[in-house]
């Protein structure tokens, strides 16, 4: 996952499923600006899909993912 942050800041980065509930915390925590790199380690997780929420400043971005194993 990229996350391209404008300026510094806090972000929650959670993957949810389709039921709306938080399955996984990719991070909390504060970050520089810049882009950063994540990734999500989906082996304890079964395959379908997901939907993976970034949250920062008032803002959220959402990005649906297909896990297939």
């Known amino acids: 996952l990229n996350l391209n942050m404008p300026e510094s800041g806090y972000v929650s980065v959670k993957v949810y499923n389709l039921a709306g509930q938080v399955v996984d915390t990719i991070t909390e925590s504060s970050m520089d600006a810049g882009l950063h790199t994540m990734t ?6 079964s395959s379908g899909v997901y939907l993976i929420t970034a949250e920062y400043a008032g803002y959220v971005a959402t990005q649906k993912v297909m896990l297939m194993k």
């Open 40 to 45: 999500w380690d989906a082996s304890d997780f």
